[in-house]
């Protein structure tokens, strides 16, 4: 049994609330390098060549790349030989979010309740946590700053087998048309099929945590995969909605055994311009 | 207004307020009320943003645009009483593209998630209303050469349909 104290994960935290806002991970900047290379509208490239200077920018001054720095949503794999001491998981983790929120110049943007009054909780807490045991004694924690305008593009729905693979893809390509220049483009797709009404779209939003344009191991899924990306570049809608054929940076599709009866498909849309990811293991 | 066209790419010099869900919200309830709104919108343009907040020394924190779909209920009273123009980012509902071609409105999307890159071109801010909102309260910003492209001119013309028509494959 390996012991740490509860500190140690409100500074992880913090720290991995910073970095993901000021500073572009290297896949998504390569990501919008080829993105400008290979964009054929004038305007898309403008765009891309603005949103990488942007990112420059941000990294030089220490700012956040944009304005809405997001849900903090983190997923912790914890291995069943650890112990925390001095507190509460959840309370460390909104520790290290309200120290990153309040002292590092990022906007606060989660009101107490969603109905009613909406107050501003001033420190962007609570965090949006999902725990999972593992084997072994470390904690790997995986956290998206997720903007509020991809988020609400995002869509799920419960087909049935009769719609099968026709059916999830259709729904997968009109929800990222639907989302057009609203969910700021190009647009990380991370789509879940499988699971329940409640697993599904959890199985989407980590689909959006794997390394842009990372192979899948599953051959079934690298195809859908393809066929997305390809279908969804072929929309026109471009950079910002200018108008182009670079719409999503990468398709994420990930499965999940499902009920005879079920066929769950989630959509979870992630901004390309401010997709802030970071994992640390402890 | 009126030379401006659904593509052109500007640079926007002057003041705009801003203004989104919450600050909205409180406009349409005292123009409900009949009551004399806090700001005067005639012949203003409202920039849809929540800024984050500023490093010492800097004039403001990183400010993109938002989804403007979230203001469309709100957008054509407020160009009934005076607005001229908006500046956000994605697609405006018919309702809203009627009213800038009957106001002589235009509908401006700066690029989202350039954030940190747009406010270099804010060269003053401060809040006008609504204090008690933090980022979504009021602000008055000072625009210098803020780039911009049109999207909805007063004429009804939409860059977003043309555009994705133009590029678009079947297949």
């Given at each position: 049994?390996?012991?740490?104290?509860?500190?140690?994960?409100?500074?992880?935290?913090q720290?991995?609330?910073?970095?993901?806002?000021?500073?572009?991970?290297?896949?998504?900047?390569?990501?919008?390098?080829?993105?400008?290379?290979?964009?054929?509208?004038?305007?898309?490239k403008?765009?891309?060549?603005?949103?990488?200077?942007?990112?420059?920018?941000?990294?030089?001054?220490?700012?956040?790349?944009?304005?809405?720095?997001g849900?903090?949503?983190?997923?912790?794999?914890?291995?069943?030989?650890?112990?925390?001491?001095?507190?509460l998981?959840?309370?460390?983790?909104?520790?290290?979010?309200?120290?990153?929120?309040?002292?590092?110049?990022?906007?606060?943007?989660?009101?107490?309740?969603?109905?009613?009054?909406?107050?501003?909780?001033?420190?962007?807490?609570?965090?949006?946590?999902?725990?999972?045991?593992?084997?072994?004694?470390?904690?790997?924690?995986?956290?998206?700053?997720?903007?509020?305008?991809?988020?609400?593009?995002?869509q799920?729905?419960?087909?049935?087998?009769?719609?099968?693979?026709?059916?999830v893809?259709?729904?997968?390509?009109?929800?990222?048309?639907?989302?057009?220049?609203?969910?700021?483009?190009?647009?990380?797709?991370g789509?879940?099929?499988?699971?329940?009404?409640?697993s599904?779209?959890?199985?989407?939003?980590?689909?959006?945590?794997?390394?842009?344009?990372?192979?899948?191991?599953?051959?079934?899924?690298?195809?859908?995969?393809?066929?997305?990306?390809?279908?969804?570049?072929?929309?026109?809608?471009?950079p910002?909605?200018?108008?182009?054929?670079?719409?999503?940076?990468?398709?994420?599709?990930?499965?999940?055994?499902?009920?005879?009866?079920?066929?769950?498909?989630?959509?979870?849309?992630?901004?390309?311009?401010?997709?802030?990811?970071?994992?640390v293991?402890? | 207004?009126?030379?401006?066209?659904?593509?052109?790419?500007?640079?926007?010099?002057?003041?705009?307020?801003?203004?989104?869900?919450?600050?909205?919200?409180?406009?349409?309830?005292?123009?409900?009320?009949?009551?004399?709104?806090?700001?005067?919108?005639?012949?203003?343009?409202?920039y849809?943003?929540?800024?984050?907040?500023?490093?010492?020394?800097?004039?403001?924190?990183?400010?993109?645009?938002?989804?403007?779909?979230?203001?469309?209920?709100?957008?054509?009273?407020?160009?009934?009483?005076?607005?001229?123009?908006?500046?956000?980012?994605?697609?405006?509902?018919?309702?809203?593209?009627?009213?800038?071609?009957?106001?002589?409105?235009?509908?401006?999307?700066?690029?989202?998630?350039?954030?940190?890159?747009?406010?270099?071109?804010?060269?003053?801010?401060?809040?006008?209303?609504?204090?008690d909102?933090?980022?979504?309260?009021?602000?008055?910003?000072?625009?210098?050469?803020?780039?911009?492209?049109?999207?909805?001119?007063?004429?009804?013309?939409?860059?977003?349909?043309?555009?994705?028509?133009?590029?678009?494959?079947?297949?």
């Open positions: 049994m390996r012991e740490i104290d509860i500190s140690t994960v409100t500074e992880a935290v720290r991995l609330c910073l970095e993901a806002n000021y500073v572009a991970a290297p896949d998504v900047r390569k990501a919008f390098e080829l993105a400008a290379e290979r964009e054929v509208s004038p305007l898309g403008q765009v891309l060549t603005q949103l990488l200077e942007n990112m420059r920018v941000a990294e030089v001054e220490r700012v956040p790349m944009c304005q809405d720095t849900t903090v949503v983190i997923f912790a794999d914890i291995g069943q030989d650890l112990h925390f001491s001095g507190g998981f959840s309370d460390a983790v909104n520790e290290g979010v309200r120290r990153a929120y309040t002292g590092g110049y990022l906007r606060s943007s989660i009101v107490d309740r969603p109905v009613g009054k909406r107050t501003n909780t001033r420190d962007n807490t609570p965090a949006v946590l999902h725990l999972h045991l593992v084997d072994g004694d470390q904690l790997t924690m995986t956290m998206l700053a997720k903007g509020g305008g991809a988020e609400n593009m995002s799920m729905r419960m087909l049935t087998p009769g719609d099968g693979l026709d059916g893809l259709n729904f997968v390509v009109e929800t990222v048309e639907r989302a057009g220049p609203n969910a700021c483009p190009p647009v990380i797709v789509v879940g099929i499988g699971g329940t009404f409640d599904v779209g959890t199985l989407a939003k980590q689909a959006l945590t794997r390394e842009i344009g990372s192979e899948h191991d599953d051959p079934q899924i690298q195809e859908i995969e393809g066929e997305l990306i390809q279908r969804i570049n072929n929309l026109g809608i471009g910002h909605g200018f108008g182009g054929r670079i719409t999503a940076l990468a398709v994420h599709v990930e499965i999940a055994p499902t009920h005879i009866a079920s066929l769950p498909v989630a959509v979870n849309l992630q901004c390309g311009p401010a997709a802030r990811l970071r994992r293991t402890i | 207004m009126l030379d401006l066209r659904a593509g052109d790419a500007v640079e926007i010099s002057g003041v705009v307020l801003t203004a989104r869900d919450a600050a909205h919200q409180r406009l349409i309830e005292t123009l409900d009320r009949g009551e004399v709104l806090p700001v005067d919108l005639a012949g203003q343009v409202i849809y943003v929540g800024p984050a907040p500023a490093r010492p020394g800097a004039v403001i924190g990183s400010a993109g645009p938002t989804t403007s779909g979230r203001m469309d209920r709100y957008a054509p009273a407020l160009h009934a009483a005076g607005l001229r123009g908006t500046i956000g980012k994605g697609y405006r509902s018919d309702v809203v593209r009627q009213a800038l071609v009957e106001h002589c409105g235009v509908y401006f999307a700066a690029v989202g998630g350039s954030g940190a890159l747009l406010a270099k071109r804010i060269v003053s801010a401060e809040v006008i209303a609504y204090p909102l933090g980022t979504e309260a009021i602000w008055r910003l000072q625009l210098d050469r803020f780039p911009a492209i049109v999207v909805n001119d007063a004429y009804g013309a939409d860059l977003y349909s043309t555009a994705k028509g133009e590029y678009r494959r079947d297949g």
